[in-house]
Antibody, heavy 112, light 112 residues
Framework: QVQLKESGPGLVQPSQTLSLTCTVS????????VSWIRQPPGKGLEWMGV???????DYNSAIKSRLSISRDTSKSQVFLKMNSLQTEDTAMYFC??????WGQGVMVTVSS | DVVMTQTPVSLSVAIGQPASISCKSS???????????LNWLLQRPGQSPKRLIY???KLDSGIPDRFSGSGSETDFTLKISRVEADDLGVYYC?????????FGAGTKLELK
């Protein structure tokens, strides 16, 4: 059974760095890609980036300069790091595989 | 980036009646492989999105055949032949042909 679960701090201060973890079970990261997608409260979905099965990455150009996605295959974990956070980055953050398997999401609020 | 224009913004439908949602892309979604990576997802209140359809018209496992997808190039449609209460939520189209992947703004399906 494939499962993804996001974890991370619920509150981040402006200008700080967000670090999130997506822990995956039931599939191998060396043969599957994992994407990060976010959703501001009451708004639509935004695709942030993906880490491919070969470890390569692609990012949304709008946030590429602030975003980094990496992984630890031995722990079945995918990491998201985004710096220079602003209030507009307040959102539910999801990890997903092929937009078919989704995590439950983790709510991140950017506030002082 | 490819812009996905989804209409209508909201849809009020009685149980048992049909519903139709349009999604138009700013450029062709036919990839170099010849495949068209157009997905439809449903997000019920308080839940993660759920993929219903991929590659324009292929239903995911467990999705009732009341749902159907059609279209080509830049013009796509999701149809529900008979709306049921469980169909309520926000529907999104998502293109996966071009990077960054982009979502439509969503269509909220409500009961009349």
């Amino acid at each position: 059974q494939v499962q993804l679960k996001e974890s991370g701090p619920g509150l981040v201060q402006p200008s700080q760095t967000l670090s999130l973890t997506c822990t995956v079970s039931g599939l191998s990261l060396t043969s599957n890609s994992v994407s990060w997608i976010r959703q501001p409260p009451g708004k639509g979905l935004e695709w942030m980036g993906v880490i491919w099965s070969n470890g390569g990455t692609d990012y949304n150009s709008a946030i590429k300069s602030r975003l980094s996605i990496s992984r630890d295959t031995s722990k079945s974990q995918v990491f998201l790091k985004m710096n220079s956070l602003q209030t507009e980055d307040t959102a539910m953050y999801f990890c997903a595989r092929d937009v078919y398997y989704w995590g439950q999401g983790v709510m991140v609020t950017v506030s002082s | 980036d490819v812009v996905m224009t989804q209409t209508p913004v909201s849809l009020s439908v009685a149980i048992g009646q049909p519903a139709s949602i349009s999604c138009k892309s700013s450029q062709s979604l036919v990839g170099t492989s010849g495949k068209t990576y157009l997905n439809w997802l449903l997000q019920r209140p308080g839940q993660s999105p759920k993929r219903l359809i991929y590659l324009v018209s292929k239903l995911d496992s467990g999705i009732p055949d009341r749902f159907s997808g059609s279209g080509s190039e830049t013009d796509f449609t999701l149809k529900i032949s008979r709306v049921e209460a469980d169909d309520l939520g926000v529907y999104y189209c998502l293109q996966g042909t071009h990077f960054p992947n982009t979502f439509g703004a969503g269509t909220k399906l409500e009961l009349k």
